[in-house]
Nanobody, 120 residues
C-alpha cells in the first residue's frame, strides 16, 4: 500500500530555513502530481505548493519567492525548501500524492502523517 513519510520539520527562528522531505513507497509517483499542504491550529488545511507530473510548480502567494518545491524521481522523494520563514508559516506540513491519474493534479490525494514546523 502507499505510504508517504515526511521529515525535516522542527523549531526555527524567524528568517531561518528548513528543508522538508517526503519519501513515497508502494507506488512510483515520478509522473504524478505531488504537493505540500499545511494546517495551523484552528485553521483549514491549505495548499502550499504542488508540482504536477510534467514538473510545473504552483505556489500559494504567501510563499512565492521563499519556498521551492522539487522532486527526485529516482528516489520517489518530494522536497520543500523553505527560506525566510515567518511566524505565520507555523503549521503541520503534509505531503500529498495524487491518487487518481498521472500528469495533472486531480485534487484527490494520498496523505502523509505530517511534520511540524514551528517558527518562533
Amino acid at each position: 500500500h502507499v505510504q508517504l513519510v515526511e521529515s525535516g520539520g522542527g523549531l526555527v527562528q524567524p528568517g531561518g530555513s528548513l528543508r522538508l522531505s517526503c519519501v513515497a513507497s508502494g507506488q512510483s509517483f515520478g509522473d504524478y502530481c505531488m504537493g505540500w499542504f499545511r494546517q495551523a491550529p484552528g485553521k483549514e488545511r491549505e495548499r502550499v505548493a504542488t508540482i504536477d507530473g510534467l514538473g510545473f510548480p504552483v505556489y500559494r502567494d504567501s510563499v512565492k519567492g521563499r519556498f521551492t518545491i522539487s522532486r527526485d524521481t529516482s528516489k520517489n522523494t518530494l522536497y520543500l525548501e523553505m527560506n525566510s520563514l515567518k511566524i505565520e508559516d507555523t503549521a503541520m506540513y503534509y505531503c500529498a500524492a495524487d491518487k487518481l491519474r498521472p500528469k495533472v493534479c486531480s485534487g484527490v490525494y494520498y496523505w502523509g502523517q505530517g511534520t511540524q514546523v514551528t517558527v518562533s
